[in-house]
């Protein structure tokens, strides 16, 4: 009996420790972790990684590759009724490349061990987001110009920063996309500087595509990070390496003097130079029109996602088929 009782103890206490080592174990990893992150030291795939942080990327990565695709809808819309040939080149280039950049975040998120089907049923589901500026719709061949450089320029304010973030396949999937992308902007203010040397309807045109776009480019920033429940993880992880609104006003100061070289008026009759800040002061953002797009209720929502549904269904035999010839070569 005294034997049996001292075999108990023994186990009980041997179960303990082993959990205490566990524990500290994981507590040394985590400290390894976060002294990486905090010497600048790129995260790698095979590295270990808090679940957190895993999560996290996964959830921002999955959501940028979604709008990289989603992107190509509103611009694919006037490959056919661009105002020449060069043009629907160039735009058929465009899109294109976006859908590249799409390819590119999907395979950088495939190493944090979710398959890229699986963040695609996501989107089709709705289960995803994206972002919120793909729900508005292209009106005119103006708005063409002002995505392009507008929403293409808030992208890339926010993209070249994170060719910096901790984990590596993230931050090397952006330098070819930046790269990309500054292509887009230069078309996207070439389109519009064109039309404001036009006749008095294009430069309605041009105006009136930034009357629509610019408030809804500075929401793709989103709002205040003390707003944002993932913000202080991401700034701490150096996933994201300046706030929201520190991005947002360097997207400002640098997109109103390119505004005005070409003679298109900013939407905001408080927007004005700071001498003392060195930085533009701007009116309040409707956050209200921004959370009822991102729930679903933008002007374009339902379509775009319908739109996604619908090339993902008509694609099923591509896929089939490419499925069958990879199959039919490795039994060879």
Known sequence: MLVS????????????????????????KETAF?????????????????????????RMMSQHAHSEVVGMLPEG???TRAPSLARKAILIAKVQDEAGHGLYIYSAAETLGMDRSEMVDQLLSGKAKYSSIFNYPTLTWADIGAIG?????????????????????YSRAMLRICREENFHNKQGYQ????????????????????????????MMF????????????????????????DLRQRFIDR?????????????????????ESRHYDFGEINWEEFFQVINGNGPCNK????????????????????KAYSEKRKAN
Request: hydrophobic share 40%.
């Open 255 to 275: 997109t109103v003097e390119q505004a005005e070289a070409i003679g298109l008026k900013v939407p905001d009759d408080k927007l004005k130079w700071n001498e």
């Open 149 to 169: 450089w507008l929403v293409d320029g808030a992208a890339i304010v926010n993209q070249t920063v994170l060719a910096k973030c901790s984990y590596g396949p």
């Open 303 to 322: 379509l775009r996602l319908k739109q996604r549904n619908d090339a993902h269904s008509n694609g099923q035999w591509v896929r089939e088929a490419a």
């Open 191 to 218: 389109i519009l500087a064109f039309l404001m040397r036009g006749t008095k309807e294009q430069k309605e045109m041009a105006q009136d595509a930034m009357n629509r776009w610019w408030w809804p480019s500075l």
């Open 222 to 245: 989103g709002p205040s990070d003390k707003d944002s429940p993932n913000s202080a993880d991401l700034l701490k992880w150096k996933v994201k390496l300046y706030t929201n609104d």
């Open 77 to 79: 819309n006037w490959i």
């Open 34 to 58: 976060n002294n990486s992150i905090k010497d600048g030291k790129v995260i790698e795939p095979k590295d270990w990684m808090p679940e957190k942080y895993r999560k996290q990327l996964l």
């Open 5 to 28: 009782l001292i075999l108990a103890k023994l186990i009980s206490h041997l179960g303990f420790m082993d959990v205490k080592v566990k524990t500290d174990d994981l507590s040394a």
